[in-house]
């Protein structure tokens, strides 16, 4: 609930193996330590994806720590407070650990965190919103099996003539089975009624691009983004484009079609939006089955005509734009490396000194510049931001460091209907600026990173810093 507080003590009680191939030349938690899984244990840290938390409350990827004490710099204890004070949305936690965060997620450590408020509550006392039973969380991953029914991970080696051997980090994972909640070949028995779903894509690498099918046969409306409602309810006209991260807040209208069965599909090629498409099983995420009883003891709620009573804007004026780089180099193995940068300096390690330095209880602009060939969606910590559009550029590119010059900008296309509330997570297309405008009221240290985890635990991650008034 909004304003109530929850204190939590995350405990750390992994064994001293990764049930995971673990690359150990990549920037990890325990790289230039002399710590060891086997002695100290796998290192962890929660991070609560869309909360609005203090930095010692964040869950940094530097904040880890292991079930025998040991822990990394930006550790700040295992006791973590919540404060829950922005809107009603959808969150969902995850481990952060720097360089882990791909083998820990997939081996199972997400989960959702729901927030409501009391506009939200008053919207369900006045049956605006399907509840109870009729409101469903649905987190959506894919994942591979070995044939004994393990969980499978990629472990397989660099292909490069000076690998110190042991399993190497892949650009991207793909599972071909997609798991609904935890379970395979997932389905839902409903009433022929209004249903509220609530999506997550917890994927490492998989954007998924759902429909019934390639439409939508019966009603489906969108009525929220990651960080609350949208202004008013939106009815999907086409697929709906989920990237790792990003969650959508959903109304599904059985009515009428007792004894159907829907088909949830995925189209989105792999990795997106020019890799392969979509091939069976991993085009069909979950079936509704509309097999139960109408119980007719419950009245069908009716969406409202506006769902907040204003549309998401800032009132102050932005104090910077800032102008941003997604850029491809390779490590020192030949291995793609996809990175975060700025447009003037080039692309910029997770090690370089901090270049986004918002003053704190300001607004500002950044325009992220996707020189690479794959979407990539980009996630702050700490706030909430609007998408104010996206635009195509051409420029003169550096191509050591990737730093862009003589820039020449498109015209600016609003953000899609679906990206109209509140967001912390935003799609980044290939050669397209992507805007955003975020307001930062605690002061510390964040980082913004891609959310493809793959990215993220190979250096596609930097910090930003709140600062004080008065100093830059
Ligand atoms: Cu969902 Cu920094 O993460
Ligand atoms: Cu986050
Ligand atoms: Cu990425």
Known sequence: MKNRPVH?????ALPRRHLLPLDTTVHWAFRHTRHTIERDGVPAVIHLHGGHNDPGSDGHPDAWYTATGVHGPRYAGDRFCYGNTQQAATLWYHDHTLGLTRLSVYAGLAGFYFLRDWHELSLMKRNHLPQGPYECELLLQDRMFSPDGRLAYPDVPAPAADWPGGPSIQPEVFGQVLLVNGKAWPYLEVEPRQYRLRLLNGSNSRFFRLSFGGSWPIPVTQIGTEGGFLPRPL?????LLLSPGERVDLVADFRHHGGSRFTLTNDAPTPFPGGAPAAP????????????????RVPEPELPSRLRAAPVSLTSEP???RRLLLFEIEDQYGRTKPQLGTVEKGVLAWSDPVTENPTVDTAEVWEIFNTTADNHPIHLHLVRFSVLGRATFTADQDPRTGALSRIHLGGNRPPDPTEQGPKDTVQAPPGQVTRIRAYFDKRGLYPWHCHML???DHEMMRNFHVGRRGRR
């Not at 939590?8 to 750390?12: D, E, K, P, T």
């Not at 009815?235 to 697929?239: A, E, F, G, M, S």
């Open 319 to 321: 104090a910077r734009t």
């Open 235 to 239: 009815p999907l006209d086409k697929p």
């Open 281 to 296: 099983p991993a085009d069909q995420v979950l079936q509704f089955r509309v097999s139960r009883p109408l119980d007719e």
């Open 8 to 12: 939590i003590r995350w405990v750390n």
């Open 454 to 456: 793959e990215h993220e």
